[in-house]
């Protein structure tokens, strides 16, 4: 069926990130709720057909571990996805609100997000592109989902918002303006499953408080600025980070004009976190405490040479997946207690 603005019900706000807003809202209809993503594009009438025809390979997806579409359609000047609604929050909302998630569900979440990427790249051949706890969803039957991917290049490079498609979990090789394969989301799911397990992005804690001199930092950001950027891609606009930030951490992020980053109050510069990303050694999880399966996946996960990176099909062969597959933990149950 045709979707339109007039034929929805806006019943709340689910969250916005750098490319627009989502809202849960009911399609009169059919009766369905859903949620709808509104991003502001910045393209010619041309383009924004091509745009739609692209999204409509994420309206062909079907398997267990992708958020489904219902389809998209124009509003000027926005685009609006209609996506099956999720009844529970990312992975990013679940961890703020119950703290360091349990390792077995995060192994499960390992499972999902291996089988959601090579759902895409063997059946639609795309990668995608944006991993990161906000784009892995979960909803009351215990279902592990991804949602964003990047289907459509067109899309990532006519969203208005010249920040998107940078991003805090960026791989070395990213950052460094290297091409794009699916390795580079690998390393994102090795920071994501540090993230959900100890509860910290693992970067944030190693920062001390930076109140970096702006003229410096600018000079910097201008350096990195063509290096931070697949090479369509418009140049960065700092203002337009957000990060999530506690009032204390926003006060001084405009000092500094770093990248607050979550929870633990640290500061940090976008520019100085892509230099440690790149320069120090990978994030590891934390020596003894979950034990030798998962830190052996994340290892293969976090190797900063993408060559020696683990492919997906490789750390399909790891240990912890099937331990994870068959930890018997209720993922239903879990999901019932937030
Ligand atoms: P980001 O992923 O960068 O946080 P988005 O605009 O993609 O920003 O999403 C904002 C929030 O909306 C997400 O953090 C998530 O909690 C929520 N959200 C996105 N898609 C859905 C969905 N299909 N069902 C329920 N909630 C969603
Ligand atoms: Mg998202």
């Given at each position: 069926f045709d979707l339109k603005n007039d034929d929805f019900t806006t019943l709340e706000e689910l969250g916005a990130g750098n490319g627009g807003s989502v809202m849960k809202v009911l399609h009169n209809l059919t009766g369905t709720v859903m949620a709808k993503k509104i991003v502001l594009i910045d393209a010619k009438p041309a383009e924004r057909k091509k745009l739609l025809r692209e999204l409509q390979i994420m309206h062909d997806c079907d398997s267990p571990y992708i958020v489904s579409s219902y389809g998209a359609y124009l509003a000027e000047p926005n685009i609006c996805i209609c996506m099956e609604f999720m009844d529970k929050p990312s992975f990013d909302g679940i961890y703020k609100k119950i703290g360091a998630i349990d390792i077995r569900v995060v192994g499960k979440v390992a499972v999902a997000v291996l089988e959601g990427l090579r759902y895409l790249y063997d059946v639609?051949?795309?990668?995608?592109?944006d991993i990161k706890p906000s784009n892995i969803l979960c909803n009351s039957q215990g279902d592990i989902k991804l949602c964003d991917?990047?289907?459509?290049g067109e899309l990532v490079n006519s969203?208005?918002?010249?920040?998107?498609?940078?991003?805090?979990?960026?791989?070395p090789e990213r950052i460094q303006g290297a091409t794009y394969s699916v390795k580079s989301d690998i390393w994102s799911l090795g920071i994501t499953l540090i993230e959900l397990s100890v509860g910290q992005?693992?970067?944030?804690?190693?920062?001390?408080d930076s109140d970096a001199d702006s003229d410096l930092e600018d000079a910097a950001s201008h350096a990195h600025r063509d290096s931070l950027?697949?090479?369509r891609a418009p140049a960065?606009?700092?203002?337009s980070l957000r990060v999530p930030t506690s009032p204390t951490t926003a006060r001084r992020r405009r000092r500094s004009k770093g990248v607050s980053l979550h929870g633990g109050g640290a500061t940090l510069s976008i520019i100085e976190l892509m230099h440690q990303i790149v320069n120090e050694p990978a994030p590891r999880l934390?020596?003894?405490?979950?034990?030798a399966a998962p830190d052996a996946f994340v290892n293969g996960c976090l190797e900063k040479d993408p060559d020696t990176r683990r492919t997906p099909k490789e750390l399909f062969d790891y240990e912890w997946i099937a331990e994870s597959r068959q930890n018997g933990v209720d993922m239903r149950a879990w999901a019932a207690t937030f």
């Open positions: 639609h051949r795309i990668i995608h592109r991917f990047g289907v459509s969203i208005a918002n010249t920040f998107v498609g940078t991003s805090i979990y960026m791989s992005f693992p970067f944030s804690d190693s920062f001390s950027h697949p090479p960065p606009k700092r203002d934390p020596p003894g405490r979950f034990g």
